[in-house]
């Protein structure tokens, strides 16, 4: 989104800044919920993690003697342990995140306390068309605020989906480099 400036909707009329509360409303619960499935995701994929690092430390510990597949699961146990610290950190971290409601003393500042008439038609002369009420003049600056609030959380939607992505990869790929390594050992030791 472009960087708005804070009166770009004084000049929305009641109806349509009812009906731009309840999209922005609306559009930040689809990304919140959105970004809730993708962090369950990396907690289901954490989970097959953990236990494939334990199944193959206990295969690595059942063993007497090292040979080719131990050599595999070696680096299998290895990998999936450098993907789960990858997902707990890049992805499952606790994130800051914009809030849809405000606190009543960060809405109703000292500057909504002091407007007077003058200030309305200062307002007018932007092109705010609402009633001459500090409601009307607040919900109009509030929607630059759920815009702002979207928007980081849209980015933080693209952040964690990318980073679960390369940790999924991550993921599939540990198989074939624990065959490789396998199949390397096997042949020249």
């Not at 731009?20 to 919920?33: F, S, T």
Request: net charge neutral; hydrophobic share 45%.
């Amino acid at each position: 989104m472009k960087n708005l400036p804070d009166d770009y909707f004084l000049d929305a009329d009641d109806d349509l800044v009812d009906f731009l509360e309840k999209q922005g409303e609306d559009c930040i619960g689809e990304i919140y919920r959105s970004n809730t499935v993708n962090k369950e995701n990396g907690y289901k994929l954490l989970s097959i993690l953990i236990v494939g690092i334990g199944s193959s430390f206990l295969l690595l510990t059942q063993k007497t003697r090292i040979d080719f597949l131990s050599a595999g699961i070696a680096v299998f146990t290895v990998y999936w342990s450098i993907c789960a610290i990858y997902l707990v950190i890049n992805v499952l971290t606790v994130h800051t995140y914009g809030l849809i409601s405000t606190s009543p003393a960060a809405l109703y500042t000292e500057g909504y306390k002091d407007i007077c008439e003058s200030d309305f038609d200062s307002l007018r002369a932007k092109g705010f068309v609402g009633k001459n009420d500090r409601l009307s003049v607040m919900r109009r600056y509030r929607l630059k605020t759920l815009c702002v609030t979207a928007d980081e959380l849209l980015q933080v939607n693209e952040t964690i989906r990318t980073r679960l992505k390369k940790a999924r990869i991550a993921t599939i790929l540990a198989p074939v480099y624990a065959i490789i390594i396998s199949a390397i050992t096997y042949l020249f030791f």
